[in-house]
């Protein structure tokens, strides 16, 4: 059912009408780069996966019966960046699309059977909301976009412009009009009252355009002023001191469109800013899917020492691939004091957020006992632990993969005399895990026993030395109750089993975050990524000169001052963007980034700050942990294999849903505030409240086959 979607020229009337458009408002190309895209298959529209919207007048006026609304939205696809970010939204946050892809010489043809039929003696609209490059892709006079405006009106769906320039036809004078058109490169964008009254209700704003390099145009854009029938939900000042619309409603002829006239990829800030709320607009608030926006930090290796950086060598002395590391932490380790300790329980509480401090009680305990029988780190951490989560880490940090044979650099395999690899057992994998338990229960310490973080995500595949897990390592999570395990995230981005059969492990990947582990200090800080990041003329490694998928920074930073002015917003820009992007995965640093110079924390403030400033307080932060992490990537997976194989019916009549979806998976559902589901016996409030709707994960209830929610009166 669905059409390919490699990419071709636009040919015939659409591109006629798109190069027309250009010229009427400006010559000047939009500027935004193209990201990678993932598609839903057809199979959705097969299983009758349709979209919901309220009636309009004129289908609630006939004397027919309420039309069925299957919730599923039509994406018509030209191949930019525009479709492709609003498409990556509806697949991140679990809503089944259906793509029409008009690259594709044999796509199907938009007419009223492609876009309506019957059920059961019932009108039924396929789709619940419509996504269009621009409002007339198929060419102003055509018979799809004929059939398009019929189906719009008579049903009452609404339909997403994802890129368009400011004209009459969308609702907006010509720039030339007191408007404005141009780079939007560091511009701010106001959300307007009635953005925050509807489906921007997140927001409490600005929404500031990003400007990342300032040798680059990263997004162009036309804000015009509005017509009558047009409500803007962001806009800027014009010149003459009034407003100029970059988003807003335009309802004309029985119809609603969202008009976006600046250009966008899925990455960046803006776009991940709005993206909720252009979904919410489409769907009329009652969707498939849920979105939340997430930050948990785990701090690895906490009561162990972390090797410091040599400036002078270039490498971490202790580690394996530096020349003569032995894996021990070296004579001049980083590790937090008992102030560290104090100031990060002080900064949680200040903050409003918490850490989860991943240990190693025996690391803490040699520390001890080289120490005089103290340790006034770990005092102060028991004493506050209940300030904090923790992470079962192992006991004493060791590599849990394959005997590692440190004779050469990097590191390989160790083989016994038939060849095969040798590997860590299971027993000492089992002594890991349950040694650090006991060493937590004896302190008073709560920790959750299905979670375990090993040493450097040992035990899985590292390649290119191990590419297989363990085959120990499977085993031993089973003999200590574990069924979260934690991996690295720019190695193994999917979630997957640990071993196979029923109750089986899965893994938690964790974003890195580019905050070393290896340092104490900012100076010590810019200086290793000078050595990363800088080409070979500069005195660098060469590493980004070498890697076609990194670039080189175009001179060091200065050691005293880099860490603030450039690595701290980059960082916290790059944390952002997953947090604003419906991505549970947590992010990890280690302790050592809590001591001396404690550099974690100009980037959390950062962080947490930007968001509190652009969020409305009905839109938290999650602070989900490594079971609840776990949990949900779980869930979602189960979700996308129940709607790839078209096992999902989901469908609005009037204010009843209907969601019918495989036993045992759990479906991801939002709605407006006032939403109940039906029991067996009367109703109860539906979901939980965040960005102004309500959602959940549900399942139906009691001797039910199906979810039922009854929306409120509109």
């Known amino acids: 059912m669905d059409s390919g979607r490699s990419r071709t020229p636009r040919t015939g009337a659409a591109a006629r009408s798109h190069r027309a458009a250009r010229a009427a408002g400006t010559a000047r190309a939009p500027r935004t780069a193209r990201a990678p895209r993932t598609a839903r298959l057809a199979a959705l529209a097969a299983a009758g996966l349709l979209a919901t919207v309220v009636p309009s007048a004129q289908s609630a006026a006939a004397a027919t019966p309420v039309p069925r609304i299957d919730l599923t939205v039509l994406v018509v696809d030209d191949g930019g960046s525009a479709v492709d970010a609003i498409t990556a939204e509806l697949e991140g946050s679990g809503v089944p699309y259906r793509t029409l892809d008009l690259a594709d010489p044999n796509r199907p043809v938009l007419t009223a059977g492609f876009l309506s039929d019957s059920v059961d003696g019932r009108p039924r609209a396929k789709y619940q909301g419509v996504v269009l490059p621009y409002e007339s892709v198929f060419g102003p006079d055509s018979a799809e976009q004929a059939a398009l405006v019929a189906y719009e009106r008579g049903f009452g769906i609404p339909q997403v412009d994802a890129y368009t320039w400011a004209h009459p036809g969308v609702g907006l004078d010509y720039t030339s009009d007191g408007g404005w058109s141009g780079v939007l490169d560091g511009a701010t964008g106001h959300v307007t009252a009635a953005g925050q009254a509807g489906p921007f209700r997140d927001l409490r704003g600005p929404v500031v355009f990003e400007d990342n390099d300032p040798g680059v145009s990263e997004s162009y854009g036309y804000a015009g002023r509005p017509r009558a029938g047009f409500t803007s939900y962001l806009d800027m000042p014009a010149a003459d001191g009034g407003r100029i619309s970059l988003i807003g409603e335009y309802a004309h002829d029985g119809r609603r469109e969202l008009v976006v006239t600046f250009a966008y990829n899925r990455h960046q800030r803006q776009f991940r800013a709005l993206a909720r709320g252009i979904v919410e607009w489409l769907t009329q608030g009652v969707h498939l899917g849920q979105s939340r926006n997430y930050l948990s930090v785990h701090v690895d290796d906490v009561l162990a020492p972390d090797a410091r950086w040599d400036p002078a060598r270039n490498c971490t002395p202790g580690d394996l691939d530096c020349p003569g590391g032995d894996g021990e932490a070296g004579d001049n380790p980083v590790r937090m004091t008992a102030a560290d300790a104090t100031y990060a329980a002080a900064w949680q509480q200040s903050a409003g957020f918490r850490l989860d401090l991943v240990y190693n009680g025996g690391q803490g305990e040699q520390w001890r006992t080289e120490h005089g029988g103290t340790d006034p780190l770990a005092t102060r951490l028991i004493a506050d632990r209940a300030q904090y989560r923790w992470i079962n880490h192992t006991y004493t940090h060791p590599f849990l993969g394959c005997v590692q044979d440190a004779t050469t650099v990097p590191w390989s395999c160790a083989k016994d005399t038939t060849g095969a690899t040798k590997w860590v057992t299971r027993s000492e994998i089992s002594a890991q895990i349950r040694d650090n338990l006991d060493w937590a229960t004896g302190k008073g310490i709560a920790v959750d026993r299905t979670e375990l973080v090993t040493g450097e995500h040992s035990g899985l595949k590292t390649l290119p030395q191990q590419p297989a897990d363990n085959p120990n390592l499977a085993g031993a999570l089973a003999d200590n109750g ?163 194989a078209g096992q999902v019916t989901a469908y609005r009549i009037g204010a009843t849903v209907t969601v019918k979806a495989p036993s045992g998976v759990a479906v991801p559902l939002t709605a407006p505030e006032g939403t109940r589901k039906q029991l067996l016996l009367g109703t109860a409030v539906f979901g939980t409240a965040y960005a102004g709707t309500r959602s959940a994960w549900s399942t139906p209830e009691l001797l039910q086959s199906a979810i039922t929610l009854k929306l409120p009166a509109s």
């Not at 001052?561 to 604003?580: D, K, W």
């Open 482 to 644: 574990v069924k979260w395990t934690a991996s690295d995230n720019s190695r193994e981005p999917a979630q997957r089993m640990v071993g196979t059969g029923y109750g089986a492990a899965k893994t938690v990947p964790r974003h890195p975050m580019n905050v070393y582990y290896n340092v104490g200090t900012a100076a010590e800080m810019a200086d290793e990524y000078n050595w990363i990041y800088t080409s070979r003329a500069d005195g660098g490694s060469g590493l980004c000169e070498d890697n076609p998928s990194s670039t080189c920074l175009p001179a060091p930073l200065d050691t005293a001052t880099g860490y603030a002015s450039h690595i701290v917003p980059q960082e916290a820009r790059t944390a952002l963007t997953h947090v604003m992007g419906n991505d549970p995965r947590p992010h990890y640093v280690h302790q050592s980034n809590l001591a001396e110079d404690r550099l974690l924390y100009p980037v959390l403030d950062r962080v947490l700050a930007d968001y509190r400033a652009l969020y409305a307080a009905n839109t938290p932060l999650v602070n989900p942990s490594q079971k609840d992490t776990g949990t949900e990537l779980d869930r979602r997976a189960a979700w996308d294999r129940a709607l790839d």
